[in-house]
């Protein structure tokens, strides 16, 4: 028993080495398998339960404003992906292709989604004829594949993923622009409030932004390893994409008008800020909103006591799952308590319940948060209330330290050197910009590679230089290394 312990726990310390911690997590806490495809993952039932509660959440999400789910074809002709040239452009040397089925070569090769505005603007453009078929608001959860060369990290690049990919068309611009920033809106709510990770919301620079769009907003997370990481995107598609589709439709006015359209996406990628932002030495943290295991009942019972605590553990389980909190009752026989809490904790559980033989005599039982560690001891008749009140204190908690890192890892730089040693110190440097690129391309080469992650919505008045070029500054923008 005790060296299977050894194996199953982690070997690193998250401080330690940060990657390898990260490879042991999403392992060990059995979320992931690799496969005999270079670059590709198994989503194993322990992260794609939790993939599946952020969808549920977001379609609850998007489905109260009207928003639609779909299904299109994973196929997209060769001649449809190069009609809107500009846009596949850069992507073209990550685009998987299919040109043969059994022996025959097929006549036109068929791209594997990389994503999915070609496929279905040539069908917006046959559904939107008049004012009356819009706004358009379609929505697909697919996965998608971009067959990168970097090194593959589970989550964070492989070549397949998942995703929600949301497309609208509207009759008017100033209805597109809204609706551009209801949904990265609705991705801010999605990431703190569940994912319990605070995010920079704010707009691309032209150098980042999807070069198919007007303009590109985007919420930036940022990880433990001083790395930024952009947890969602929403576009502002204008009128680009619906010039080259031809998607027309005839307005109230009589007037044949293209739509305005957006788009906005969401990926797997978010389950490994999950990991990295709350995981700890001891294994994975979930937070409880999107936990697949909220509360695991870890009976401790010895051989001549065993069925009144069985008994206990079992009724206690029902008046939780009564709740519709998702429980489990561990009464696997064949290893010690001990045991059963490094499991559950490596597995990230946010809360765990052990009842014993006093316990049971006394109506009581011990409550033991993952996050801190803190045990207390309630009485059976107050259960309902006190899971309730910690599991929301955990979901509280992670976000308020997620929160505090944040904002110590957000430096204001006043000069390029002040700027420059922000970054080494794997911090983010907020500076005052000109907006150029060349000035973003030079901040690039002398800041060990930091990009420009956004222009923060929240601004203070940008009174002053830009720390590149010493012009003057048009804003406040966030810079640091990226994922
Ligand atoms: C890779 C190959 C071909 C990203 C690609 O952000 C095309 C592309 O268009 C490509 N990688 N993109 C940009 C995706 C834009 C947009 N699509 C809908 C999103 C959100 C969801």
Redesign the pocket.
Known sequence: MEQKEEQMGLTVKKSDDFNEWYNQVVLKADMIDYSLVSGCIVFKPNSYAIWEKIQKAFNDKITKSGHKNCYFPMFIPESL?KKEAE??E???P??AWVTRAGDTELNEKL?IR????TIMYESYAKWIRSWRDLPLLLNQWNS?V?WEFKHAKPFLRTREFL?????TAHSTKEEAEKEVMQQLFEYVDLIENYMAIPVIAGKKTDKEK????DY?TTVEAFMPDGKALQMG???MLGQNFAKVFGIKFLDKDEKEKFAWQT????STRTIGAIVMMHGDDKGLVIPPRLAPVQIIIVPIVFKENKEPIIAKAKEISKKLKARNYSVELDDRDGYTPGWKFNEWELKGVPLRIEIGPKDVASEQLVLVRRDTSEKQTIKINDLEKKVEQVLDEIQNSLLKKAKEYLKKSVIEAHNFNDFANAVKSKKMAKALFCGQSECETLIKDKAEGATCRCIPFEQKPAKGHCVQCGKEAKSWAVFGKGY
């Open positions: 992906l846009h596949v850069g992507f073209s990550e685009v791209a990389p994503t999915s505005e998608v971009r995703w929600q990919e949301g497309h999807f070069a198919g769009a590109t995107t929403s576009h788009s906005w996406g969401l």
